[in-house]
């Protein structure tokens, strides 16, 4: 091996071992911080079912009546996506959102 091949190799040992050192000592690599926290402090995330409340106050509850909707009476004057439905078989009142959003959809 050539001098310069050596001074590269050594330089470039030198140049990995100063990274290295940089990163162990520089304390941000660790998870430390993170696992000292409560389960529920946001370190697993916040996500959680709505409450009843919740879904009382954020969709519009239309009843469902088919029969009289194909008949041109009794007509919703909202307008939106169904989201799901609630109640028994000759009840149901659709969960709609009425806010301005976009669904998508693909056709093949």
């Not at 709505?50 to 004057?77: C, D, M």
Request: charged share 20%.
């Amino acid at each position: 091996m050539t001098s310069q091949t050596i001074m590269l190799i050594l330089l470039a040992g030198g140049m990995l071992l100063l990274i290295a050192a940089a990163t162990h000592f520089s304390g941000s690599g660790n998870l430390d911080n993170i696992k000292s926290k409560t389960v529920g402090d946001g370190q697993h995330g916040t996500a959680r079912w709505a409450n009843k409340k919740e879904i009382r106050q954020t969709y519009r509850h239309i009843p469902f009546h088919v029969s009289e909707w194909r008949s041109g009476k009794n007509l919703p004057k909202e307008q939106g996506l169904v989201l799901g439905c609630a109640g028994k078989k000759n009840a149901v009142t659709a969960l709609v959102d009425t806010d301005d959003i976009q669904c998508v959809r693909f056709v093949s």
